[in-house]
């Protein structure tokens, strides 16, 4: 059977973009499928204050940087959704949207991409679908109990939804102190975290992050002592909002509580307290059920790779997961460096077979 094309990239965000342009650089045939009805990936489903960490300029795609946004230092989503909807026309990059992959299946020499709107044959497949389509909601004693709303950060938009409402929100990372702070003025808010919050130096921001992933990603691959990479620095960004939300006192973390009640959270000593909603800043996972039929998963759920390569599947790269598809691949700026690599791995084995 001839293939339909030479590699189908299932993810039409920012990584897919990336490996979009560089599979064009190099000559590959090639189609992008995204399963939504507009561009700029997770980016148009983000809270509305939502910021980069990074200048523009420091927070581009291969090939094209990012325009400044008046006004702002720190880009906003929008400014990204825009960004990458210029993006992919500037390119001419060939996506089909919206289709939804529904899994991903060896036939023989091919791979087997089965969609909602029809079947691709590949010579090669890149996964880029991202985590953000796969909220994490960790099994804590009575969340089933509690009868207030509890959205996941994917379901959270303003701080006026939750304006005058006793809000406790989840989480030590960007996300939760972000939200956090968000609330903090107008919410009667309760920050809990799993440990204490550890906030970066107020002079760290993407730019250095970025150093640091590429350091310790470094360092492993010659063998040398881990560095500990962006864990090492802390966990929260301290951009402009957070910052000024701390050092007015309005974000103090209380240590994470072991039940929900009916009415709001319970500690381990028996103190309560009560809440019209909890949001749940507790991260996402790797959005990879489309490629269950090739049965790659190892521990943690994760599929074990070589660079972005599937060690199992050569056939299938992950693009924009993390660092261990990538230093720091789910960002806009670090996601380049391992699309290249991939590009240029599929180029080769196109050439083999």
């Not at 500990?228 to 973390?253: E, F, N, Q, T, Y």
Request: hydrophobic share 40%; aromatic share 8%.
């Amino acid at each position: 059977m001839r293939p339909d094309t030479d590699v189908v990239v299932i993810g039409g965000g920012q990584a897919g973009l990336a490996a979009g342009y560089h599979l064009r650089r190099l000559g590959v045939d090639f189609v992008i499928l995204d399963a939504r009805s507009t561009p700029g990936g997770a980016w148009r489903h983000t809270w509305d204050s939502l910021h980069l960490f990074s200048p523009a300029a420091y927070s581009s795609l291969p090939g094209r940087l990012m325009p400044p946004q008046p006004g702002k230092t720190y880009p906003d989503a929008a400014h990204v959704v825009s960004y990458l909807t210029e993006y992919e026309q500037r390119y001419e990059l060939p996506i089909r949207r919206p289709v939804r992959v529904e899994g991903v299946h060896r036939h023989g020499p091919l791979l087997r991409v089965s969609t909602d709107a029809g079947t691709w044959h590949a010579r090669a497949v890149v996964s880029a679908t991202g985590t953000w389509w796969r909220p994490f909601l960790p099994a804590v004693p009575g969340r089933d109990r509690f009868t207030g709303p509890q959205p996941h950060t994917v379901a959270y938009r303003r701080p006026e939804d939750f304006a005058g409402l006793r809000v406790i929100v989840v989480g030590g990372g960007n996300s939760g102190a972000q939200i956090a702070a968000d609330l903090a003025h107008d919410s009667d808010l309760t920050w809990v975290t799993q440990r204490p919050a550890r906030f970066l130096a107020d002079d760290i921001d993407g730019r250095a992050l970025f150093d640091a992933a590429t350091a310790r990603r470094r360092a492993l691959d010659e063998g040398r002592t881990d560095t500990g990479g962006v864990a090492s620095l802390g966990d929260i960004v301290a951009v402009p909002p957070v910052r000024k939300a701390r050092d007015a006192g309005l974000l103090k973390a209380q240590p994470m509580f072991s039940r929900l009640t009916a009415t709001g959270v319970e500690w381990a000593d028996g103190t309560r307290a009560d809440a019209d909603a909890i949001i749940w800043c507790t991260g996402f996972r790797p959005a990879l059920s489309h490629l269950a039929p090739l049965g790659l998963r190892g521990p943690r759920g994760r599929i074990p790779t070589t660079g972005t390569r599937a060690t199992d599947e050569p056939r299938l790269h992950l693009l924009g997961y993390g660092d261990w598809t990538g230093p720091a691949s789910a960002t806009l700026i670090g996601v380049g460096r391992p699309a290249r690599d991939a590009a240029r791995e599929i180029a080769a084995l196109l050439k083999e077979t």
